[in-house]
């Protein structure tokens, strides 16, 4: 049994989750086993991983990768939250605030004009007519009726990504092995940050959104540091918490406070790799 198949029952982290899931957390604990066994994630401290999935467990969303609404990312010995562009889409309608909310790949044809200042684009109707994407469009009309959409060329995204993205620059994560959904992601982020009704769950889902490595940056402030912590301020906060939240002690250490845990081995807690 792994490491955090062991921190997970014990009845202080069994509590957490209870009450963030309430009848749910069989099944969520269920995914979190199951995806704390892939590969990456296996050398990651078992507390790290337990962190960044109460992140989804707040924001009520599977973290099967497969699905698409979560991911829990590696970087190095320590696991990091990203949203993904499903999760974005399940909080904005969730909100009540949206008549409609789209995002998809632009196929090469299928963009007959667009306007950066007008910010008008003509799209030829019908089934694409090549497999090569061309860029990432996404759009949101809201109930009362205010209307938003964006393009980026895939030149644009791999640019943003470069920038700000370690696991991109590093040529792995959700960045290689599905770069159409991280590049609707993109987008989608871009429009809801800057133009998008936020509820609670979804700015903070936002700011938490790849903070851990402290690289990936473009995170627009919808909110200040006193909202997303009042958010997560009963789970787990290490090293998936906010920039501006981060702390510099163990993982061990930061439990024992917040959860008030004190019979967490320093096996069980402190780097030890997964068996």
Not at 33 to 60: F, Y
Request: aromatic letters at 10%.
């Amino acid at each position: 049994m792994s490491n955090l198949a062991v921190i997970v029952k014990k009845p202080e982290i069994q509590a957490r989750f209870s009450e963030v899931l309430g009848d749910k957390k069989e099944s969520f604990v269920s995914s979190l086993i199951t995806v704390s066994n892939q590969t990456g994630l296996k050398k990651c401290e078992p507390m790290s991983v337990i962190s960044a999935a109460m992140i989804a467990a707040s924001l009520d969303l599977p973290i099967n990768p497969s699905l698409g609404f979560n991911y829990i990312i590696p970087y190095g010995s320590k696991a990091t939250y990203q949203i993904g562009y499903k999760g974005l889409i399940q909080l904005a309608l969730r909100s009540g605030k949206y008549e409609r909310i789209h995002a998809c790949v632009v196929y090469d044809g299928d963009l007959i004009s667009y306007n950066r200042f007008s910010d008008e684009m003509v799209f030829k109707d019908g089934p694409a007519e090549s497999d090569k994407i061309i860029g990432f469009f996404a759009m949101i009309k809201t109930v009362n009726g205010f209307r938003k959409n964006i393009y980026w060329t895939v030149e644009e995204v791999k640019k943003h990504a470069n920038k700000f993205s370690q696991t991109y620059r590093n040529g792995r994560g959700v960045w290689k092995d599905n770069f159409e959904a991280m590049g609707i992601k993109t987008v989608l982020k871009q429009l809801l940050s800057k133009y998008g009704i936020l509820s609670i769950e979804m700015q903070s889902a936002i700011e938490a959104d790849q903070t851990a490595d402290g690289e990936y940056i473009d995170n627009v402030e919808v909110v200040g540091q006193e909202s997303a912590k009042q958010l997560f301020e009963n789970t787990i906060e290490i090293d998936n918490k906010v920039s501006d939240l981060q702390t510099t002690e163990s993982p061990a250490k930061v439990v024992e406070k917040d959860l008030g845990i004190s019979d967490v081995s320093e096996d069980e807690t402190k780097g030890v790799l997964f068996q």
